[in-house]
């Protein structure tokens, strides 16, 4: 019980933090609302530790903690609760952990902000987290749901930080927009939920020993179907999955640590959170499953494709973003729920590290953000150098760095249940080496192609931005060692133990398809040197670039466009919606609605002018009115009986 | 003699009444006439009174009793009208010089 009745403090610290700064922040100084933005992570971060200690020792058992009655209606209870189990543990740690370390990082990086832009970005930041941490913590739907929902806000606040740019106003729209779709559907399944089985509460729903779903048998029945679409519609608006994708690249408009934060500690993961956190549901409709894998591949392969043509150095990583996604959805889709938590970890590490190593960069360059204009930065910014090539590695997939091992358990599963998934998959793979070598070789490599100002200009960044990356290195090269697959070393794959308790109902459903070990291991020495070839090559083909004026084939043109996706997106629903509204503007609402209450207006004093003339002033007329009304009433009375 | 001989003579007075409360425009004219419906009721409750005078009524006594209170009724409030319409009627030829009614139409408009 120890640390895990302190498991409030996690969330209500990062608040806390949010509304001192909020409030404070035009009386605060910049070196206060850094240390109290930051610090309040550091203490979740370290609650967050002493909670996932509690939660590794023997015999723990998932714990719900309930705080009070937040919705009682009938007979529906919904309780604001907590509940605390390996899963959550797990995520506590990436989001506090990461979460701190881009904090520090912030607090140099937002250097430059006004004063009271420096408190608005740092209580966003901590809002961020509180939302996220709600949403890992929740012990129901509801609870998770108003999380899901403080993520989307705060994305939307900080990708629109900068909000004085209408560019930055519209992404922040469009993550909002996308990302509202899929709340509809999340919700939507939410009420599902409720409706068919009276109760949100994971506890009742997913209880080992009398559970409801965990009772249900049947395979595939409609409503658990339905519910899941509908809940992974929800996911892919979150998690930036086709078709609802596009936000994430936009999302690059607000400032760097905070890509960061949406895609490696926050935001993004929480599909996948709720995916695993519902894996048992998700198990008994094998139907979506079948979706998600075939989804999640697509994804990481069209996203992995636009990625080789982009120039601007954030828009590579969060198309990179989007594929790695994928892979994680490709692993929830063959049931490898372990392995896709493993991706989400290991991409959490790699994924910060390579967008602070980027925004390392755009500081160093004064803004500029297209790698076409850098080069040569190696030899200026070593430790931006050397960290950004271990996250290259690791998220290549090249052993020992941790992209390899989560990569590989979601692949070598990917084959167990269809090879064809692992096929695409690696060719995923393949691409994902090449921009990501691409990447590295136009902005480390080669000679200097910016201007003469800003080559006095480059220079290492400072030791609050450098040392989050080196502790993000370490962690991007070593975090795959808690999961070594069984065929190296025996019981090597702890995470993988660490997690069985909460998809063990899982693994008792879907049949686990084991692939031999030497299969296993002629995929792994294959994929690793097709990897290897693939960057060296791009490393050699890009290392000496010169920007030229080289035709572009109809395809490059496509990929260098994102196949068009925003224009066909814009073309058959932003802007038959656009006429849609206008046609309702002008005739329905104008005409239509406008008409008839000023139709009433002038009928009304029309009418009243008309009858005003009644009022002559004349006795004789108005008693002659009172006669005939008087006639008139005994007539009715006469011809009414 | 038959009560249906009350009731044309009062009907004709009613009429008569009517008519000239329409038609006239000296004040006191109309006044009279409103006081000429108001007797040709009476006249009217009267008859019927008579009629009904073996009838009797919820509480035990004769219905002629209740049309007779009426009359009385009648009498009272024509004659409190009376006094402030002729109290009207001397104010405003005080003030116009004429018992016109339709000469105070000044709300017009």
Redesign the interface.
Known sequence: MDAIQFIYLVPLLPLVGFLINGLGRKTLSKSLIGLIGSGVIFLSFCISVLIFIAVSKEGFTTQDIQYFDFINVGKLNIPFEFQVDQLTSLFLLIITGVGFLIHVYSTSYMKEETQSGYGRYFSYLNLFVFSMLLLVLGGNYLIMFMGWEGVGLCSYLLIGFWFKEQENNNAAKKAFVMNRIGDVGFLLGIFWLISSFGTISYHDLYNSSNGIITSISAINSPAIVAITLLLFVGACGKSAQIPLYTWLPDAMAGPTPVSALIHAATMVTAGIYMIARSNILYSLAPTTLDVIAVIGTLTAIVAATIAIKQNDIKKVLAYSTVSQLGYMFLGLGVGAYSAAVFHVMTHAFFKALLFLGAGSVIHAMGGEQDITKMGGLGKKMRVTYITFFIACIAISGIPPFSGFFSKDEILSAAYASNPLLYYIGLGGALLTAFYMFRLLALTFAGKFRGTEDQLHHVHESNATITIPLVILAVLAAVGGLVGIPEVFVKNGNKLNDFLSPVFAHSAQIIASQEVPHQTEIILMIVSVILIITTSVWAWKKYKEYQPGTGEESVFGKAIKNKFYVDEVYDRIIVKPLNALSRLLDNVIDKKGIDGIVNGVGRGVNYGSRQLRLL??????SY??LM?IGMLLLFIIQLFTK | MEIKWYLFLSIALFCIGMIGALTRRNSIIVFMCIELMLNSVNLLLIAFSKMHMATVNAFGTSMATSAQIFVFFIMIVAAAEVTVGLAIIVMMYRNTHSIDINFLNRLKN
């Open positions: 009022q002559s002033g004349q006795v004789g008693i002659l006669v």
